[in-house]
């Protein structure tokens, strides 16, 4: 599985970008595409989590209820809406694909495929 992030930017906080992660090769009703970031000097971290067959949503407590993640399986793509952006949302964004149990979403080991990143930054 191939994936490709695009949508980063920089943003004033308070504002709104979409990330969209084009997703292609063999992929499964199960497999779930997440979105994990990564700020300087920091651990990746779990944002959230679509799995397709549901299609079922997670979301880190951080960004409820600000972030939205949904997908267009005709297109092979997976978005994520961020809403109500503040600096601590600047980080690289990274979108994952792997065959993983909703119980465990947010362990990034369990994906076998993975973006290169697109840069995030809110400016306050």
């Known amino acids: 599985v191939q994936l490709v992030e695009s949508g980063g930017g920089l943003v004033q906080a308070g504002g709104s970008l979409r990330l969209s992660c084009e997703v292609s090769?063999?992929?499964?009703?199960?497999?779930?595409i997440s979105w994990f970031r990564q700020a300087p000097g920091k651990e990746r971290e779990f944002v959230g989590a679509?799995?397709?067959?549901?299609?079922?949503?997670y979301y880190a407590e951080t960004v409820k209820g600000r972030f939205t993640i949904s997908s267009d399986n005709a297109k092979n793509m997976v978005y994520l809406q961020m809403n109500n952006l503040n600096a601590e949302d600047t980080a690289v964004y990274y979108c994952?694909?792997?065959?993983?149990?909703?119980?465990?979403?947010?362990?990034?080991?369990?994906?076998?495929?993975w973006g290169q990143g697109t840069q995030v930054t809110v400016s306050s």
């Open positions: 679509i799995i397709r067959s549901g299609p079922s949503t």
């Open positions: 994952a694909a792997g065959v993983v149990s909703r119980l465990v979403v947010a362990q990034a080991r369990l994906y076998d495929s």
């Open positions: 090769g063999r992929t499964f009703s199960s497999t779930t």
